[in-house]
């Protein structure tokens, strides 16, 4: 079975600081991470995703994610936060051991992120 | 560029009702299709996914059923429905990537049983 978890339930960053979010995951093959966020009453949006090569990723509106495999983790960072970052982050994780395939995602709980101005 | 729409964006059902929500597609062919249902603005819950039409796999046991009568549309129903099916209802799609298909989410339907 695999899983996510997102130990911060709320992250609070006066703009124009890093963030950092957090994410730790566990699965039986390789893993294949996501990071998406959602705006409040809205789908999710689609951030940046780890398959294989370079563990640092770099992806939508200036979020990069790096991925540490002996840690587990996947954290999502920022150099420099916008009040408009202000959102609902979610990590997700699928096994990549089984290859292509329809399988569902598993996300974390989700971490609220608020910058402050 | 692919699309993906939802509908309705809100519903409001007696407990003991019929649902159907429906999921389309546009700008892609045979493409993966999921519901996902998110529960107190947390944690997404995978309920149904599908490779192909008529093809449904459930992964939680529940009040829900899935249909794909054709290759973009995807509906989620119930014949009762329960105080507990109250959530947003997330559809989802992927395409065939070398590795790793990333999911896009549509806008959702917010979903509320009294």
């Known amino acids: 079975a695999q899983s996510v978890a997102q130990p911060e339930d709320q992250v609070n960053v006066a703009e124009g600081n890093p963030l950092t979010v957090k994410c730790t995951y566990s699965?039986?093959?390789?893993?294949?991470l996501f990071w998406y966020v959602q705006y409040p009453n809205r789908g999710l949006q689609f951030l940046l995703k780890y398959i294989t090569g370079d563990n640092l990723v770099k992806g939508s509106y200036g979020f990069e994610a790096e991925f540490n495999k002996s840690q587990t983790s996947f954290h999502l960072k920022k150099p420099s936060a916008l009040v408009s970052d202000s959102a609902l982050y979610f990590c997700?994780?699928?096994?990549?051991?089984?290859?292509?395939?329809?399988?569902?995602?598993?996300f974390g709980k989700g971490t609220h992120l608020i910058i402050q101005p | 560029s692919q699309t993906i729409h939802q509908w309705p964006a809100t519903l409001v059902q007696p407990v003991g009702s019929p649902l159907s929500l429906e999921c389309t597609v546009e700008?892609?062919?045979?493409?993966?299709l999921y519901w996902y249902r998110q529960a107190a603005g947390r944690g997404l819950q995978l309920l149904f996914y599908?490779?192909?039409?008529?093809?449904i796999s459930s992964e939680v046991p529940q009040n829900l059923s899935a249909s794909r009568p054709q290759d973009r549309q995807f509906i989620l129903s119930s014949k009762k429905l329960l105080l507990s099916d109250s959530g947003f209802y997330l559809c989802?799609?992927?395409?065939?990537?070398?590795?790793?298909?990333?999911?896009?989410f549509g806008p959702g339907t917010r979903l509320l049983v009294l």
């Open positions: 997700a994780v699928r096994d990549g051991y089984s290859g292509g395939g329809a399988d569902g995602l598993t």
């Open positions: 699965v039986s093959g390789n893993p294949y």
């Open positions: 700008g892609t062919s045979n493409p993966n």
């Open positions: 599908s490779v192909g039409i008529g093809q």
């Open positions: 989802a799609w992927s395409g065939w990537e070398l590795r790793g298909e990333t999911q896009y």
